[in-house]
């Protein structure tokens, strides 16, 4: 009897000493998974697509935004006190989204507005820097019309995220599009406009933007209003009709 009791004593002693051991793995596993958490870095709020929730902080506001001059891309009304300024990446995903946005914008509004559109290409994009800088071959040598096209065709056809389109596939897209392909590709070998591109980012940081899409408004009396994210066309509507009516 004795040794049954000195045996159960033994096996209980040794379910202390496991569930102690359990418990402090347990918390050891706890506190790394909060580590975790806390250090696992969040999606770029730039390139989030939806527009703010109720009650969530105000976007933010425009720096010093450059002036909308004849060497800028514009489409609607060249001649328009408002314009929307877009400054966007070919390979974001939420850029791709937001292109048949400003596309309804443009039908919308008419000759109400102008809309300009602007490089913004993001590092961790692989081919959007020189995909920007392609779009710049193109429209000197196709004009501003080539231009609009090429944007319209490299956000149809890229999957985004980094090489949605191979830079070989560049030349026989834009010789689509009327643009001499011998012409585009030495133009664009050549780096003409990588600086152009560039400078362009540095003005969007001045501006306020910080990722893609980035857009601001700005109206008669050139105040800016900047609006980050694909948000869907109704917060381009409510901002621009204020805009448009003064109200």
Not at 5 to 31: D, Q, R
Not at 40 to 54: D, E, G, L
Not at 164 to 171: F, K
Request: positive net charge.
């Amino acid at each position: 009897m004795r040794a049954e009791i000195a045996k159960l004593k033994f096996t209980n002693k040794i379910l202390v000493i496991a569930l102690i051991v359990a418990s402090f793995f347990l918390g050891s596993l706890t506190n790394k998974v909060a580590t975790l958490k806390k250090n696992t870095p969040t999606n770029p709020t730039p390139q989030a697509a939806a527009p703010n929730a109720p009650g969530a902080p105000q976007q933010p506001t425009a720096g010093k935004v450059k002036p909308v001059s004849a060497s800028d891309h514009i489409t609607g009304n060249a001649n328009s006190k408002v314009s929307l300024i877009v400054y966007s990446d070919f390979e974001c995903p939420f850029c791709k989204t937001f292109n048949t946005t400003m596309l309804d914008i443009e039908k919308a509004y008419g000759d109400k507005i102008k809309i300009v559109f602007r490089h913004y290409p993001l590092p961790f994009h692989q081919n959007a820097q020189k995909e920007a800088e392609a779009s710049e071959c193109v429209a000197a040598l196709g004009g501003q019309d080539a231009f609009w096209k090429y944007i319209n065709v490299m956000f149809e056809r890229t999957t985004s995220n980094g090489t949605g389109i191979a830079l070989d596939q560049l030349g026989p897209m834009t010789a689509e599009l009327g643009v001499n392909q011998e012409a585009f590709q030495s133009c664009l070998d050549s780096g003409k406009y990588e600086k152009l591109v560039k400078d362009s980012i540095t003005e969007g940081q001045t501006a306020g933007v910080s990722g893609t899409p980035s857009s601001i408004i700005i109206d008669a009396n050139g105040k800016p209003q900047l609006l980050v994210g694909a948000q869907p066309i109704d917060a381009f509507k409510t901002a621009l009709d204020k805009v448009l009516t003064g109200k």
